[in-house]
T-cell receptor, first 114, second 113 residues
Framework: ETGVTQTPRHLVMGMTNKKSLKCEQHLGHNAMYWYKQSAKKPLELMFVYSLEERVENNSVPSRFSPECPNSSHLFLHLHTLQPEDSALYLC?????????????FGNGTRLTVT | TQLLEQSPQFLSIQEGENLTVYCNSSSVFSSLQWYRQEPGEGPVLLVTVVTGGEVKKLKRLTFQFGDARKDSSLHITAAQPGDTGLYLCAGAPRMNRDDKIIFGKGTRLHILP
């Protein structure tokens, strides 16, 4: 068990669908993150939450909508996605936001948009 | 653009051989982290190097931080099939006031039994 659990592991959705990705961390961490991992690109930071407050939004299209109801749970709501949004979406947590707190990743959700 | 360049992109070698992979940048970093990502899993932190010139060892893995804190290397001795995976370096350039961590594209390593 990684301490950070993501569901579902795989998701196939059409461009008109609405779906949500879920992340739960059991480590007592205060910061949570969404990353996008595409082939041949570096990991891209999408959103950061610290103590349930969104502190970073890296110019992510509005078709991606994060939600952090408490410090243990993080969601990524998806709607009207494009095929180029197909990727591995990784959730991570850290004790605090900053260089001294290593990231603990979940195993990701492999998303395919058809 | 602040980039972390990792080389080589791909490496396939026989079990028992030695190898070195590199992480280079034109920016100075306060620290660099190395992660390993196995197929179907998320990245897992291996080590953080903090001091220029620092060398850290993790069993058969040796990590070095460059004196100028712009680069790092990972040397694996007597590679094993279990070393197969994507090796990522990550860090926050010192000029980034927000401590935003950036990742390299990774080196995909395959150890042949």
């Amino acid at each position: 068990e990684t301490g950070v659990t993501q569901t579902p592991r795989h998701l196939v959705m059409g461009m008109t669908n609405k779906k949500s990705l879920k992340c739960e961390q059991h480590l007592g961490h205060n910061a949570m993150y969404w990353y996008k991992q595409s082939a041949k690109k570096p990991l891209e930071l999408m959103f950061v939450y610290s103590l349930e407050e969104r502190v970073e939004n890296n110019s992510v299209p509005s078709r991606f909508s994060p939600e952090c109801p408490n410090s243990s749970h993080l969601f990524l709501h998806l709607h009207t996605l494009q095929p180029e949004d197909s990727a591995l979406y990784l959730c991570a947590s850290s004790q605090a936001r900053g260089l001294d707190s290593p990231l603990h990743f979940g195993n990701g959700t492999r998303l395919t948009v058809t | 653009t602040q980039l972390l360049e990792q080389s080589p992109q791909f490496l396939s070698i026989q079990e028992g051989e030695n190898l070195t992979v590199y992480c280079n940048s034109s920016s100075v970093f306060s620290s660099l982290q190395w992660y390993r990502q196995e197929p179907g899993e998320g990245p897992v932190l291996l080590v953080t190097v903090v001091t220029g010139g620092e060398v850290k060892k993790l069993k058969r893995l040796t990590f070095q931080f460059g004196d100028a804190r712009k680069d790092s290397s990972l040397h694996i001795t007597a590679a094993q099939p279990g070393d197969t995976g994507l090796y990522l370096c990550a860090g926050a350039p010192r000029m980034n006031r927000d401590d935003k961590i950036i990742f390299g594209k990774g080196t995909r390593l395959h150890i042949l039994p």
